[in-house]
């Protein structure tokens, strides 16, 4: 059964290959991890949207937000979902690009795309941490995917909230590496795994959710 989530916004369930491009194809555009922060916020703070609370705080969302790997240079490139990864992702036959539930891309697709660069290092160290609530809103890796100091301070207090914790809140999650040029998709978890991000490699798990507007 599809999630109610309130007018405009249409679920995505399934093989993300194929639910990105079925998203592009129906003229929807994927929610981002801020969006999905925003709407967050929105259905606890708008009172016409608090029956849709616990639909958007309970599950999962999968996003078309990046993680890029480069084996050449040993780091990471977070891109967030702009005209430019649009772009990139229109331009692939995503079908010929996933091979072993993989998105292969060659880096010179991605390498001129302006983002957060990571090093081995950074991922290594912030593989699963956990934040505190003042680390959670100083984290550069959350400023960046939230595009907004003030929405991420507003939605790191409202997770405290939601999970009664201050000191366990919002770890990262990174896919491994490769050999290859690899592209991840993030996704934004619930309330219950403290609103953790995690950047996925599997493109082909049938428990991907993606929200088009």
């Not at 929105?42 to 969302?61: A, C, E, G, M, Q």
């Not at 996003?63 to 240079?73: A, E, I």
């Not at 991922?123 to 960046?144: D, P």
Request: aromatic letters at 10%; proline letters at 4%; one cysteine or more.
């Amino acid at each position: 059964m599809a999630l109610q989530l309130g007018d405009a916004y249409q679920e995505y369930y399934g093989s993300s290959s194929q639910q990105i491009s079925l998203l592009f194809t129906q003229g929807k555009t994927p929610l981002s991890i801020s969006d999905i922060m925003q709407r967050r916020l929105d259905v606890r703070n708008i009172p016409s949207l608090k029956p849709f609370h616990d639909t958007w705080w309970d599950n999962y969302i999968h996003t078309c937000d990046l993680l890029v790997y480069d084996p050449q240079s040993q780091s990471g490139k977070i891109l967030i979902y702009d005209p430019q990864v649009k772009e990139l992702l229109h331009q692939i036959d995503l079908e010929k690009y996933v091979v072993h539930n993989t998105l292969f891309l060659p880096a010179y697709l991605t390498k001129h795309l302006p983002g957060l660069k990571l090093s081995e290092h950074d991922i290594r160290q912030l593989h699963g941490k956990n934040y505190t609530l003042n680390e959670a809103k100083q984290s550069l890796v959350w400023q960046y995917l939230a595009r907004s100091q003030e929405r991420l301070e507003a939605y790191v207090d409202a997770v405290a909230q939601e999970t009664d914790s201050t000191a366990s809140l919002m770890p990262l999650y990174f896919g491994g590496s490769s050999i290859f040029s690899t592209a991840q998709l993030w996704s934004l978890s619930s309330h219950a795994c403290n609103s953790s991000a995690k950047s996925l490699f599997d493109l082909e798990n049938m428990y991907l959710r993606l929200i088009g507007i």
